[in-house]
């Protein structure tokens, strides 16, 4: 098995941006890590924050760090960027993308784990833009059925998207259920949408 064998993200408090900025560089290297079956597991530095070093999934003092994906994504937290069903959307987690633009974005699925989640798992995707004077208004919205196995590892069909002819930020947000409808995995991503209105 090939295995990481050390990886971390903010090196010192010294010019970090703090806990944000943290869990931005660990997103991207969990969806990076998670395309890529063949690695069987990393070794992450480090448990918490020690000295200079702001790697830690807790700060110095062990408090919990305010990693900002609930506020993006509600219901998110840190443990769906551990979750055993994982849905990669690559790791540039901002891109910046043409205004009206119809962009086809890659998915990878991940599956590490033998539990039987039924025969069907489905992709709930959404597609949310802001324009330049803060009105936020739904673009996208699609369930897709995904054929279930144990151990799966498959690059999913492209999402389609119509971006939106205003600039702006739009988020891509991903929810991943079993047949229950209970919610496996939430993941999103960013758009800067430019040169258009």
């Known amino acids: 098995p090939n295995i990481n064998s050390e990886c971390g993200n903010v090196w010192g408090y010294n010019g970090s ?13 969990m969806n990076s890590f998670r395309r890529f079956p063949l690695v069987a597991g990393w070794l992450y530095t480090e448990h918490h924050d020690v000295i ?6 807790w700060r110095f003092d062990r408090s ?3 990693t900002g994906l609930g506020a993006i994504m509600e219901g998110m937290r840190l443990n769906d960027l551990h979750s055993p069903v994982y849905l990669s959307m690559g790791n540039e987690i901002p891109r910046t993308v043409q205004a009206g633009e119809v962009l086809m974005q890659p998915m990878f699925l991940s599956v590490m784990t033998g539990e039987d989640f ?5 992709i709930e995707s959404e597609l949310w833009h802001t324009d330049a004077i803060g009105e936020t208004k739904q673009q996208f919205q ?3 059925l995904i054929n279930y196995r144990p151990w799966m590892q498959d690059t999913l069909p492209d999402l389609r998207l119509n971006i939106p002819a205003q600039n702006g930020l739009a988020v891509l947000t991903v929810k991943v259920m079993d047949e229950s409808g209970e919610v496996l ?8 949408v430019t040169g258009g209105q």
Do not use: A, C, P
């Open 17 to 29: 941006t703090g806990d944000v900025d943290w869990s931005y560089d660990y997103h991207r290297m």
């Open 52 to 57: 200079n070093e702001w790697n830690g999934y």
């Open 64 to 66: 919990e760090k305010e």
């Open 118 to 122: 039924g025969q069907t798992l489905s």
């Open 142 to 144: 699609s369930i897709q």
């Open 185 to 192: 995995h939430r993941n999103f991503m960013h758009f800067e």
